[in-house]
């Protein structure tokens, strides 16, 4: 059982940056790493879908075509913690972000193979 909070979203000026937070608690403390991460955002009136991921010990990423070189993910195992440095937000990045958690150490982009989720940090970006 994973808790998943995330914090750090809110309302922001095109161009600007934010950086996602996502805490998880375990049963266990020590078992964070044995958990694949990813960032999912779901627009208004739209499908959630990936923004990154990350495997369990942060050597294999993944980005969508639509944040490449704009986010970052990353994670630290010791903190069990898991981030997203959104640089150069765009009004297109408005959504609703959700924090996700597979019990693998390999990272997946699609919402069918992860086990726990937040509740989700909105953030909103104006032009």
């Known amino acids: 059982q994973v808790q998943l909070v995330e914090s750090g979203g809110g309302l922001v000026q095109a161009g600007a940056s934010l950086r996602l937070s996502c805490a998880a608690s375990t049963r266990t403390f020590s078992t964070f790493s044995n958990y694949a991460m990813a960032w999912f955002r779901q627009a208004p009136g739209k499908e959630r879908v990936v923004v990154a991921a990350?495997?369990?010990?942060?050597?294999?990423?993944y980005y969508a075509d639509s944040v490449k070189g704009r986010f970052t993910i990353s994670r630290d195992n010791a903190e069990n913690t898991l981030y997203l440095l959104m640089n150069n937000l765009k009004p297109e990045d408005t959504a609703v972000y959700y924090c996700?958690?597979?019990?693998?150490?390999?990272?997946?982009?699609?919402?069918?193979?992860?086990?726990?989720w937040g509740q989700g940090t909105p953030v909103t970006v104006s032009s």
């Open positions: 996700a958690a597979r019990h693998s150490p390999a990272l997946a982009t699609t919402s069918g193979p992860y086990d726990y």
């Open positions: 990350i495997d369990w010990i942060g050597k294999y990423k």
